[in-house]
RNA sequence: GAUCCCAUAGCUCAGCUGGAUAGAGCAACGGUUUUCUAAACCGUAGGCCUUUGGUUCGAAUCCAAAUGGGAUCACCA
């Protein structure tokens, strides 16, 4: 039992006692730092109670927990509000206990729920942007958060590897390529196939101005340019599995699979599994014919068939077409439900950005109402777009800021950086190279993940390159210079084997609260997980990396005299370390051990 | 037209399960180092929390409407 749980229930014992009322729930709150106290119980609630005056009410609530509960020292009462003091001893014992601890349990309970987590989800007639990177990043951290939670996570991803916009890149390959691979062109073959999914852009354009200027319409222009004709029969050999087809898609999504598996090695995520909609978009039938038998799907005149919504405020959704062809939502569906039999999650997390709010919201609706109980644990983690400042970064046509240009973008910054500021001496070139990576996509990630999710996030180049303020570098510089102190004082005595603790030390104030904010780790991470928002677990890290970097400055360590505050003070350092570490390893971040 | 999301310092964002004087970072200005590594710390300045109404002892926070911004409403994915 936590201290405020100890709390919460003393104090309904007082109305107990006091009063002779009986009270369901009480909610302590931190107190507001410009007053003297730990924990706030806010009284007004309990005047009709009470029947007394709110300073009296808390006076009497204030002296019975004084009197009945150990760990309260002191109290004050301003108003209706009692502010209680939790006396140092306490905290100092809470630190006793979890020195030396870790602050996340890897290893799971035979009964953890399994949770899939699905982020990335990319197209291969491209690589990857700055807007996958957001869902990436966020998707891997809930992983993560999950996990830490005490959830079984299972990564997954969907890659969309079959339809027209694949095959656009291979008749522009075909046409304009010359059989150019990225091994005769050393271009990553992501990148390598976008630049001809752009080529096809290019020439499927001048068609259409050429067949506009013989004055044909835009819109059948558009439909007879001869490129497109192509591209659509070509997806058409695809799906009657022609075998010259079939092979330039293996060999051009392969060199797509290497070029992000690349991306991915370097941005520090992977997956533990992957579907292709190659495999899964004919899924989903299986869905409907149950839903016809139930009644709740039906037939249109033309055969199609839909689900009437109206009555929960959505449209008639089709699910399938007039020719019997499956649409997005019914390979969604199908997918839904295979998932579930091969991993059988009691949760499921779909990281899309939020333009595709109304899609799952029909998706979740429908399996609902089709009877599947797992259908409650479906979550759609819907974020916002990544807006760029206006005018920048659009003078190529065709291309975003791409993935790989940001990373080496930021990891070039760090190494300035660093050279600048002369911390790469005595560094081998492999650990020069490794501290640019840690520290470049360190702000990057952190620059993603600090924000609220559903916000859409405007992305400035020159603000995101910043490693002064909110970053990670300058948490990361943190649990640097706590290692540096560590590394100092074992040179002149081995604080490890003195763990003797002195729970009767003065504490001083910043201690106190720094104490109080490992204290909250638990709750931060339980938060973050129930809300999957990696945004807490960032600004948790920050304010405790700032609350060091305060104490620090103001607090000698290894200068103070006494040697049982010497020892205390590392022993909180090196705690502070594990926990800054810890909480920024749940956003993907590393720390590196010098900077 | 309907539905959903967003609106807090010049900029980027916290705070939102109602509480006491709304917080950070950046940018601006002024300080701190013969060092437990300054990617740091301290200070100054900067706010009608978009507006209007409501609920409440109490509203940035909850409710309603308005305004502004974004998104969605395919037999596309």
Known sequence: MNIEQKLSHKTIEAFQSLYGHTIDAIAFEKTNPIFVGDLTLVVFNFLKISKKKPEETATEIGNYLKANVAEVSDFNVIKGFLNIVIADSFWLNYFKDIYGKPFINHTLPENAPTVMVEYASPNTNKPLHLGHVRNIL??????????????????????????????????????????????????????????????????????????????????????????????QDMLRKWEANDKDVRELWTIMNGWVYEGFAESYKTLGVDFDSTYYESNTYLLGKEIIDSGLAKGILKTREDKSIFIDLTSDGLDEKTLLRSDGTSVYMTQ????????????????????????????????????????????????????????????????????????????KVMIDTAAATTKELGKVEGLTEDEAAHLFQTIGLGALKYFMLKVDPKKKMLFNPAESIDFNGNTAPFIQFNYVRIQALLRKSIEGWNFEDQAIFTPNIPLLPKEKELIIKLYNFNATLSQAAAEFSPALIANYVYDLAKEFSQYYHETPILKEERKDLILFRLQLAKTIGIAIKSSIGLLGIEVPERM
């Open 332 to 407: 969604d569906l199908g997918t839904a439900l295979l998932r579930n039999q091969e991993v059988n999650f009691e949760k499921m997390i779909y990281t899309v950005g939020n333009e595709q709010d109304y899609h799952f919201k029909v998706l979740f609706l429908i399996l609902k109402k089709m009877g599947y109980a797992w259908a409650d644990g479906l979550f759609h983690l819907s974020y916002g777009m990544v807006e760029l400042p206006e005018g920048k970064m659009k003078s190529r046509e065709g291309t975003v800021v791409d993935a790989d240009d940001l990373m």
């Open 138 to 231: 966020l998707g891997y951290s809930v992983s993560k958060i999950l996990s830490a939670a005490g959830n079984k996570v299972v990564k997954t991803s969907v890659v969309n590897d079959r339809g027209i916009h694949i095959c656009k890149s291979m008749i522009a390959w075909k046409k304009f390529g010359n059989g150019e691979t990225p091994e005769s062109s050393g271009m990553k073959g992501d990148h390598l196939v976008g630049k001809y999914y752009v080529a096809f852009d290019k020439h499927y354009k001048s068609e259409i101005e050429s067949l506009k200027n013989k004055g044909i319409g835009e819109e059948e222009a558009k439909a007879n340019a001869p490129l497109m004709k192509e591209a």
